[in-house]
T-cell receptor, first 112, second 114 residues
Framework: ELKVEQNPLFLSMQEGKNYTIYCNYS?????LYWYRQDPGKSLESLFV?????AVKQEGRLMASLDTKARLSTLHITAAVHDLSATYFC????????????FGTGTRLTIIP | NAGVTQTPKFQVLKTGQSMTLQCAQD?????MSWYRQDPGMGLRLIHY???????DQGEVPNGYNVSRSTTEDFPLRLLSAAPSQTSVYFC?????????????FGEGSRLTVL
């Protein structure tokens, strides 16, 4: 059974600082997704990572995937208040499995 | 472009009542799925479908039924609601499935079972 773990679960950081959210998973996969969720809202797709070594960047967010280590990171550069949200990673197993397994999420709060 | 549409957005049920959460997408996506979201547990897959006439169970299928008679619609049925089914439910769709493409989510349906 695929397990997806995120850490930290909660993160408070000051504006302007850098930080990294980690996503570990337990089985072979090279399909990983990052989503953002604002309170009371739906999930918004941030990044799609479909190969080992994939790196995607959008504004102050950068995501990477290391399939050998079974690890993805979401790096936040010079955080701003608008980035406050809950971030989820989600992993699809290889070889035809159609199930997407989510991590428990990281609630990020940016403090002015 | 409507995307993924869920109804109702809010619902309160009494234990033992039945109801159907509706999900429709207008993107001609083959893959559709239902998740429930509970505090501290992320999203858990209930059922999914890779095309019309095909459904399969996810991680937490007990107490829920689905059907996929058309490409556009994927309703989720609660036959006899229980307080443990109090949750926020999300429908999501994808062109080809999570192995090759991202999921697009509906706005969610908040269900309370008393």
């Amino acid at each position: 059974e695929l397990k997806v773990e995120q850490n930290p679960l909660f993160l408070s950081m000051q504006e302007g600082k850098n930080y990294t959210i980690y996503c570990n998973y337990s089985t072979t996969s090279d399909r990983l997704y990052w989503y953002r969720q604002d309170p009371g809202k739906s999930l918004e797709s941030l990044f799609v990572l479909l190969s080992n070594g994939a790196v995607k960047q959008e504004g102050r967010l950068m995501a990477s995937l290391d399939t050998k280590a079974r690890l993805s990171t979401l790096h936040i550069t010079a955080a701003v208040h608008d980035l406050s949200a809950t971030y989820f990673c989600a992993v699809a197993e290889n070889f035809g499995n159609e199930k997407l397994t989510f991590g428990t999420g990281t609630r990020l709060t940016i403090i002015p | 472009n409507a995307g993924v549409t869920q109804t109702p957005k809010f619902q309160v049920l009494k234990t033992g009542q039945s109801m159907t959460l509706q999900c429709a997408q207008d993107m001609n996506h083959e893959y559709m799925s239902w998740y429930r979201q509970d505090p501290g547990m992320g999203l858990r897959l209930i059922h999914y479908s890779v095309g019309a006439g095909i459904t399969d169970q996810g991680e937490v299928p007990n107490g829920y039924n689905v059907s996929r008679s058309t490409t556009e619609d994927f309703p989720l049925r609660l036959l006899s609601a229980a307080p443990s089914q109090t949750s926020v439910y999300f429908c999501a769709s994808s062109l080809t499935g999570p192995n090759t493409g991202e999921l697009f989510f509906g706005e969610g349906s908040r269900l309370t079972v008393l």
